[in-house]
């Protein structure tokens, strides 16, 4: 039998790739749904005020394979649970666990697509004879002759753009990537899991960080250092001013990312926000909402995707958090080759180092980067 | 829809997981869900026609354990047996000898009466070869050692452990003896006496038998709490309404068994495992897992074979061999669905990345020269495939 070319959708249990899903097995593309089992939701369950029971809707929980294979069976197509765990834990958790002690504020989503997910899913639909993915995100994924370059562009539903999360996508990995969902939106997305008559098509969206049921950061560096056998690094340090007055002493670092306002532990006149934090010397900045902005940023780990590299200033949008309405900037290249410069035309407030940092040329992605 | 994924012609190679029922099976148990369908418990005709039934099986299976009917009792499977004859013998202040080899159904009993339970429990690893050494066990011997428990054979590697050797060592010590049997049952014979064990537990659904039912031999006069109680039934020592169809299937299935083993069936299977062994590990980057230091497989049951082959995602070759219309397995599937890396090749001293690198192949005593050809023909390429886009395999080999 001649092998047809079959399509790995990576299902998740959750509305959108289940959907995603179902529209590629009704236009007849053969399909093969794949779950990646990332991380175990029983491991800290129950430590440092982590809840018990993970609530439904959250990814790699037993109820969201349940709904995934159930959603295959109802397809009527294979389905597997492919073990990623430990790789999860070495190229998603533990980076974010380390970028958090020296007091960055990462994007696991991101370092999860950039290092694991996509390419995971890549090898694994290769190796079972599938040559494509496809993904339950909100973007679109379209070739350009003429740069002949695949280009991701912000999908239909504006206020579900996943753009953000997927711009460490490499030109190899979009050109064999599909987006089925990226020209519905999310009522028409549910609208066609109702058609499908999938069970699950008024099942909550998840928003929280998989692997932190609950959302709370600080419970689970607490938690997963113990379980390690490690301990929390000490950086307790001064609370100052701009100019260097001391206001107090904070606990450490990992407590605090930038533009924070509360849990300061401070008495102030006027509101304080942390400006900065130093991991070296542990010391904490804070000032007032104004002195949060800032008018240029750097990022690192530069991926370009419209564009095969920059060799001039670009005006472009950037966003920099993930509901961050992308503002002008113009950008250059920076010292080092994978580096830019952006200078806002006005100044942004909390540009957070270690949170990613998107370029937008109208609807397209130009690139992104890590901010510095 | 994918290629061999639609269920046409399907080889299956996972017996070590489950087997289908015969047909004879299905034929004996067929009376026993509507027209034979009383409580064995009744006194009326009709409760009659099923204790007879249950009765019947009940020396089948004592002709297959080769010991008295009293000492069989029906149960829910190999699970249920193994965790009744931890949960049934052991008292805080106890020992316990395992092996680091056993299903999950002993270890995780053991754990449980080794954390709370206040039981010592001594894990014994096997060689390299995947055999647990006697010598091994009697070094990990207490005076407080009140039961030994070891399988007959590894569900993932087929190797027979010395379990008569063993014996002698727990009777010169004054131990019970459990034997977790469920894998060996019905491919070699079993004779309760000459190992000299106590307790001996199988499962029916391993040997064309219906799943949900198994049965265990308890040496007379041996003090074994019952891990249900309820009713009286199999004299005390398992309380529940005898589940007749079961029962009555796993007798007949006994009974198929212990024809099978002097028919020269296992023979038949032999040689197509050792066909499909020799066939696959002469591919490069492939070997055998369960062999002794001269490279020869130890003793073996007959269907079994578990061989690694390097660059390549165990999990993966399943999936890609499964759309091939090949049925294996690697390693054991955790809590999602997931394969987790076999803690049995683990202990015999594997590395992580070959133990997730290896896959069981594990044959029905009906399997043909067909399936044999087939596996050798769909493998080799679906693990070039899989080494071609292995980044491991670009690093080293490229």
Known sequence: MPERDTIAVAMSGGVDSSTAAAMLAQAGEPVVGLTLQLWDQTRLAGKHGIPDAPKAGRCCSLDDVYDARRVARQLGIPYYVVNQEARFEQDVVRPFVAEYLAGRTPVPCSLCNNHLKFDQLLQTARSIGASRIATGHYAINEYDAERGRWILKRPADTAKDQTYFLFGLTQAQLAHTLFPLGRLTKPEVREEARRHGLALAEKPDSQEICFIPGGNYKQFLTAYLEEQGETMPETAGELVTSTGEVLGRHEGISNFTVGQRKGLKVASPTPLYVLQIDPASHRVTVGADEDLATSTLRANRVNWISIAELTEPMRVKVKIRHRHEPAWATLEPGVRTDEVVATFDEAQRAVTPGQSSVFYDGDEVVGGGWIL | MPPGASGAARVYMDANATTPLLPQVVEAMRPFWTESFGNASSIHLDGQRARTAVDQAREILAELFHCHEAEVVFNSGGTEGDNTALFGLLRPGDHLITTSIEHSAVLQAARRVGGGGGVGVTYVDPEPSGLIHPEAIRAALRPETRLISVMLANNETG????????????????????????????????????????????????????????????????????????????????????????????????????????????????????????????????????????????????????????????????????????????????????????????????????????????????????????????????????????????????
């Open chain 2, 159 to 398: 190797v027979l452990q010395p379990v008569e050797a063993i014996g002698k060592i727990a009777a010169e010590a004054g131990a019970f003896f459990h034997i977790d049997a469920v894998q060996a049952a019905g491919k070699i014979p079993l004779d309760v006496r000459r190992i000299g064990c106590h307790l001996l537990s199988i499962s029916a659904h391993k040997m064309h038998g219906p799943k949900g039912v198994g049965a265990m031999f308890v040496r007379r006069g041996t003090p074994l709490e019952p891990l249900l109680v309820g009713g009286s039934h199999e004299r005390r020592r398992r309380a529940g309404t005898e589940n007749v169809p079961g029962i009555v299937g796993l007798g007949k299935a006994a009974e198929v068994a212990m024809t099978s083993l002097e028919d020269g069936t296992w023979d038949r299977v032999a040689a197509l495992r050792n066909r499909l062994e020799t066939g696959l590990v002469t591919m490069s980057g492939t070997g055998l897992n369960g062999a002794g230091s001269d490279g020869k497989p130890v003793t073996r049951v007959a269907n079994t074979t578990n061989i690694w082959f390097d660059h390549v995602e165990g999990e993966a070759l399943v999936i890609a061999l499964d759309l091939k219309g090949v049925a294996v397995s690697g390693g054991s599937a955790c809590h999602s669905g997931a394969t987790e890396p076999s803690h049995v090749l683990l202990a015999m001293g594997l590395d992580k990345t070959r133990a997730r690198a290896s896959l069981r192949f594990s044959l029905l005593k009906t399997a043909s020269e067909a399936d044999v050809d087939h596996v050798l023909r769909v493998t080799p390429e679906a693990v070039e495939k899989l080494r071609a886009v292995s980044p491991v395999a670009a690093g080293t080999l490229g």
